[in-house]
């Protein structure tokens, strides 16, 4: 069974940061799209930040873009979201998701790619 899980989400003030992971048990991040998306309350889920494992292409959101990075350690088989200069419109939660094939500009933010999602890690930015 493959289970996809998220950890770092907190409460921060702006201007900080927090760094969240994506692990997966049961699968492994390589040579595949792993994406982060975020779903704010009374707001439609929305796509983040992806990354090509293996191949190291990265995807970003224009909003987060310059803030947020998103990097990989196959050693771990992990995968990060460093999350900086925070702002309070930045508050949801955050999912990864995993199992996606197709990595490119106009495919890693399709939510119906992935396989693997999970539960979700929440970030609240205060001002």
């Known amino acids: 069974e493959v289970q996809v899980v998220e950890s770092g989400g907190g409460s921060v003030q702006t201007g900080d940061s927090l760094r969240l992971s994506c692990v997966a048990s049961g699968y492994i991040f390589n040579d595949n799209c792993v994406g982060w998306f975020r779903q704010a309350p009374g707001k439609e889920r929305e796509e983040v930040a992806g990354?090509?494992?293996?191949?190291?292409?990265?995807y970003y959101t224009d909003s987060v873009r310059g803030r947020f990075t998103i990097s990989e350690d196959n050693a771990k088989n992990t995968v990060y979201l460093q999350l900086n200069s925070l702002k309070p419109e930045d508050s949801a939660i955050y999912y990864c998701a995993a199992g996606a094939e197709s990595c490119t500009a106009g495919y890693w933010a399709e939510e119906s790619q992935y396989k693997y999602w999970g539960q979700g890690t929440q970030v609240t930015v205060s001002s």
């Open positions: 990354i090509y494992t293996g191949g190291g292409s990265t």
